[in-house]
């Protein structure tokens, strides 16, 4: 396995078009998160699937923002109407987790994430 | 207050200098990673620690559950090592929380 795989790596587009993120986890994996990270900031929560169900949605994830993961493998994160304010770094991780509060030991994995620019 | 604190926020030093980042958090865990981009550049996760110490080469990570502080340090530092180092957490929930990351310059 290769790890967590995104892409593109990068994409520009103009403000108004639509993008699409694509995120290939590690194969055994059935959690996968998504982060957005702007210039100068960590990291910040954006969305999560426990296999094929999208858990929790963060109040940055507005309606033009829509994530899926239709077979519990890889997701994808549509942004609609793209904004200038959306150019970030979209970042993906994965990992196996064992039941609530059963800690698997298993490390998160983390994509080289998705930089956005928006013109 | 953000739950993952991290400091100094921007950090410089000159070449051969042992090197110490702090995170803190205010959140039970079950793991703590630290994590090196650099700029333009993509996540890669240094260490994932749950107790005690590890050491990769130059890098050092330790993590006090009962303070629940974590630091990261690097000895005889190198301008290779100038990059953001980010601390996350993995709750007790699962999900992840990042720190806002310490810019390291190292000058040579």
């Known amino acids: 396995d290769t790890g967590v795989s995104q892409n593109p790596r990068h994409k520009i587009t103009k403000r108004g078009q639509n993008v699409t993120f694509r995120c290939d986890p590690i194969?055994?994996?059935?959690?996968l998160y998504w982060y957005r990270q702007t210039l100068g900031q960590g990291p910040e929560f954006l969305t999560y699937?426990?296999?094929?169900?999208?858990?929790?949605k963060s109040r940055l994830l507005s309606d033009r923002f829509s994530a899926e993961r239709p077979k519990g493998s890889f997701s994808t994160l549509e942004i609609q109407r793209t904004e200038q304010g959306d150019s970030a770094m979209y970042l993906c991780?994965?990992?196996?987790?064992?039941?609530?509060?059963?800690?698997?030991?298993?490390?998160?994995?983390f994509g080289e994430g998705s930089w956005l620019t928006v013109v | 207050k953000n739950e993952v604190e991290q400091s100094p926020q921007n950090l410089t030093a000159q070449e051969g200098e042992f090197i110490t980042i702090n995170c803190s958090y205010s959140?039970?865990?079950?793991?703590l990673h630290w994590l090196q981009q650099h700029p333009g550049g993509g996540i890669v996760s240094l260490f994932m620690?749950?107790?005690g110490k590890k050491k990769h080469g130059r890098l050092i990570a330790t993590i006090n559950i009962q303070e629940k502080h974590s630091s990261l340090h690097i000895t005889a530092s190198h301008p290779r090592d100038s990059a953001v180092y980010i601390c996350?957490?993995?709750?007790?929930?699962?999900?992840?929380?990042f720190g806002k990351g310490t810019r390291l310059h190292i000058l040579p």
């Open positions: 959140v039970g865990i079950s793991a």
């Open positions: 194969s055994e994996h059935n959690r």
């Open positions: 996350a957490v993995r709750s007790g929930d699962d999900k992840i929380i």
């Open positions: 699937f426990q296999n094929e169900a999208q858990l929790e």
């Open positions: 991780a994965s990992s196996l987790v064992l039941g609530v509060g059963i800690y698997s030991g298993n490390t998160i994995y």
């Open positions: 620690l749950s107790s």
